[in-house]
Each structure stands twice: as structure tokens, then as C-alpha cells.
């Protein structure tokens, strides 16, 4: 038995997925308490304060790290509130995302190793998406999943291109402008996917 007609998961399904969604909370709040003692060590903070003028790059990485965990934190709960995760295909790749994310703040000094986990954080992202499509194949059309998933392919290829750019040429102007462009690939990402799957029979 199903909600409704347009939004075809069973009770069952949906508190299963709150479920996965209360435990991928506690990971997010663990990266992010970790995230914190990080930024604060040696590593992190004092670095940027003895010799500022050094490490702009740095501190904009660690800002788009929290840009990204922070907008993905909000997404996600959106997407997952609409369309309920239906088994754990999703559930697994968000563990591997949260990983990844901590990855990003323990590298927030090279610009090169951020620009590749970013880039594999959205190949994940079209992976989760090729997942929900096909749990809510039948729905496809309803939510506009084919697009969605195929716009997050789109963006991990652009990722992908820019942390081909930053490996390729190391150079840090450069890298300020493929910093620059990442927030504003995930600006726009963000905006495309604000507020989750619409229904568009609503």
C-alpha cells in the first residue's frame, strides 16, 4: 500500500528511511565537531593567523568544505523527507559522502586534493541520484528524476574538469580561479536542487 498515487513508498519504507536519516545526522554532526578540532590545531587556524597572506587558498578551501557539508546537511534532508530512501544503496553512498567530507577539511591545504574529492563527492551525488531514480522509476516523470540525475552528472563532470585543471597546472592563480568557480558551481548546483524533487502535478 502506498501514501498516495505520486508518491508511491509504503509506511514501512518511509520510517525506514527516517531511520538512515537520524543516523547520517549523527555523522554529520560528528565531521563536524572534527571538523572543528582540525581547523583549530596547528594544521589550521593558527597557520592561516602567522602568515595570512599565504594561506587564502587555504581558508577558502575550508570554506567551501563547510559550503559543501553544510548545503548538502540541508539538501539532503529535503530530498529524503520527499522521496524516502527505499533501501540502502542510498544510505551507503551517504556514509562514503560524509567520509569524503572530512576528507576535505583534512586537505584543506592543497587545493589540487580538495578539487578531487570534490569532484568525487558529485560523482557520488549522481550516483545517489541514479539510485532514487531507479526506486522511484514509476515516479520519474512526476519529480523530473531523469533531469535531476542527469544535471548531477553534468556537475561531476565540471568538477571533474576542474580538478583535471588544478592537477595539470598547479599554479596559484590559477587555483584561485577554479576555487572561485567551484562556489559557484555549488551556488548554482544548490539552486537547481533547493527545497528537493518537485512535484510537478502540484
Not at 597572506?53 to 557539508?69: C, E, H, K, P, R
Amino acid at each position: 500500500m502506498t501514501i498516495n498515487s505520486a508518491v508511491p513508498f509504503t509506511p514501512e519504507q518511509e520510517k525506514r528511511s527516517a531511520l538512515f536519516v537520524r543516523f547520517i545526522d549523527i555523522l554529520f554532526a560528528i565531521v563536524t565537531g572534527q571538523s572543528f578540532v582540525f581547523l583549530a590545531s596547528n594544521a589550521g587556524v593558527s597557520s592561516w593567523i602567522a602568515n595570512p597572506s599565504q594561506n587564502v587558498v587555504t581558508f577558502g578551501d575550508a570554506i567551501l568544505a563547510y559550503s559543501l557539508m553544510v548545503t548538502s546537511w540541508i539538501g539532503y534532508h529535503a530530498s529524503t523527507t520527499k522521496l524516502p530512501m527505499k533501501n540502502v544503496g542510498r544510505f551507503i553512498i551517504d556514509i562514503i559522502l560524509l567520509f569524503f567530507y572530512y576528507l576535505a577539511f583534512v586537505n584543506v591545504k592543497s587545493f589540487g586534493s580538495t578539487s578531487i574529492i570534490i569532484f568525487a563527492v558529485f560523482f557520488l551525488y549522481f550516483a545517489w541520484s541514479s539510485i532514487r531514480l531507479y526506486e522511484y522509476y514509476d515516479a520519474r516523470a512526476t519529480f523530473g528524476l531523469v533531469k535531476r540525475t542527469a544535471q548531477a552528472g553534468t556537475f561531476a563532470g565540471a568538477f571533474f574538469v576542474i580538478a583535471l585543471i588544478a592537477y595539470v597546472y598547479p599554479d596559484a592563480t590559477i587555483e584561485g580561479v577554479l576555487l572561485f568557480s567551484s562556489f559557484a558551481l555549488l551556488i548554482y548546483y544548490r539552486k537547481l536542487y533547493w527545497g528537493g524533487p518537485k512535484n510537478k502535478q502540484t
